[in-house]
T-cell receptor, first 112, second 114 residues
Framework: ELKVEQNPLFLSMQEGKNYTIYCNYS?????LYWYRQDPGKSLESLFV?????AVKQEGRLMASLDTKARLSTLHITAAVHDLSATYFC????????????FGTGTRLQVFP | DADVTQTPRNRITKTGKRIMLECSQT?????MYWYRQDPGLGLRLIYY???????NKGEISDGYSVSRQAQAKFSLSLESAIPNQTALYFC?????????????FGPGTRLTVL
């Protein structure tokens, strides 16, 4: 059974600081997704990582995938308040099925 | 207009009542999904459909049923609602695999079962 674990579950960080959110998964997969959810809102796609070594960046967020280690990271550079949200990673449970298993989410709070 | 819509957005019902949540999409995607979100548990897949004639159970299908009326419409039913089905429900769609596409989520339906 595929399991997806994120850590930390909650992250409170000061503006301007850097931090990394980790996403570990238990079985082979080469498709990993990152989503953002604002309180009371839907999920917004951030990144789609499709191969080992894939790296994508958008603004202050950078995501990477190491399929051999079964690990993805979401790195936050110089955090700003607008990044406060819950971040989810999700893994395709079987190759190319789009049947996603989600992590429990990391709630990020950025304060001045 | 939103690509993925859900109705109703909020619903309060009583134990034992039948309730239907509806999802419509204008993205032209064949694949549709229903998820449930509970605090601290992330999203869990209830049912998914890869085309109109294909319906599959997800992680937590017990107590739920679905209907794929058309490519654009996918409904989730609770035949006899119970309080532990109180949650936030999301519909999502995706394109064919291998195209590097993500899932696109609707705005969610907040369901409370008293």
């Amino acid at each position: 059974e595929l399991k997806v674990e994120q850590n930390p579950l909650f992250l409170s960080m000061q503006e301007g600081k850097n931090y990394t959110i980790y996403c570990n998964y238990s079985t082979t997969s080469d498709r990993l997704y990152w989503y953002r959810q604002d309180p009371g809102k839907s999920l917004e796609s951030l990144f789609v990582l499709l191969s080992n070594g894939a790296v994508k960046q958008e603004g202050r967020l950078m995501a990477s995938l190491d399929t051999k280690a079964r690990l993805s990271t979401l790195h936050i550079t110089a955090a700003v308040h607008d990044l406060s949200a819950t971040y989810f990673c999700a893994v395709d449970s079987l190759l190319n099925t789009d049947k996603l298993i989600f992590g429990t989410g990391t709630r990020l709070q950025v304060f001045p | 207009d939103a690509d993925v819509t859900q109705t109703p957005r909020n619903r309060i019902t009583k134990t034992g009542k039948r309730i239907m949540l509806e999802c419509s999409q204008t993205k032209g995607h064949d694949r549709m999904y229903w998820y449930r979100q509970d605090p601290g548990l992330g999203l869990r897949l209830i049912y998914y459909s890869f085309d109109v004639k294909d319906i599959n159970k997800g992680e937590i299908s017990d107590g739920y049923s679905v209907s794929r009326q058309a490519q654009a419409k996918f409904s989730l039913s609770l035949e006899s609602a119970i309080p532990n089905q109180t949650a936030l429900y999301f519909c999502a769609t995706s394109d064919l695999p291998g195209r590097g596409d993500t899932q696109y989520f609707g705005p969610g339906t907040r369901l409370t079962v008293l």
